[in-house]
């Protein structure tokens, strides 16, 4: 069986910048030790953002990122928690449809106790649950959504 290239991604607030060394080896390791011996995944890349931005398009890891989902070299971003993912409902409804429009649809999984995701194993639909969320919230507004596609695309075709 084939084993999935998953990544882990990492979005550390402003103040970590200053602790660059200690932080970026720090999870990279972390990434690498949990996905060491995994039967099911095949860790690809680690990407780390240390920001104060909360916007997705900003965040020059993520945007590297999902030039890799697009590329096809990854098909599963794990996080610790969502919150690294996307900082509010709306940026994280559109994450999740632009991941699961590319390609075969990039998987996320995270690690939050109260609000774990894993569309892989999908577990009470999850997958199914989130992908409707997302569609119904872009449905209130498709225009919005179209714009912030368009700005994450433009951002990736200016990634090196």
């Known amino acids: 069986m084939e084993k999935i290239k998953v ?3 990492v979005k550390l607030a402003k103040l970590w910048e200053k ?3 200690e932080a970026l080896p720090y999870h990279y390791q972390y990434y690498m030790t949990k996905f060491a011996d995994s039967e099911k995944f095949e860790l690809a890349d680690v990407y780390v953002d240390i920001t ?3 916007q997705i398009v ?3 890891e993520m945007v590297r990122l999902l030039k890799d989902c697009t590329e096809g070299k990854i098909q599963c971003i794990a996080a610790q928690t969502k919150g690294y993912l996307a ?3 709306r940026e994280f409804c559109y994450l999740f449809k632009f991941l699961r429009d590319t390609g075969n649809g990039v998987h996320i999984i995270t690690e939050d106790d109260n609000y774990h995701i894993d569309t892989v194993t999908n577990e009470d639909m999850q997958l199914q649950a989130l ?3 997302a569609e119904d919230y ?3 507004n498709p225009a919005d959504y179209s714009s912030w596609k368009a700005q994450i695309l433009s951002a990736i075709e200016k990634c090196k």
Do not use: F
């Open 87 to 89: 900082a509010d409902t």
């Open 131 to 133: 992908s409707k969320m």
């Open 58 to 60: 900003k965040r020059a």
């Open 52 to 54: 104060g931005n909360k």
């Open 7 to 9: 990544a882990g991604y």
């Open 138 to 140: 872009i449905g209130l």
């Open 19 to 21: 602790r660059r060394q």
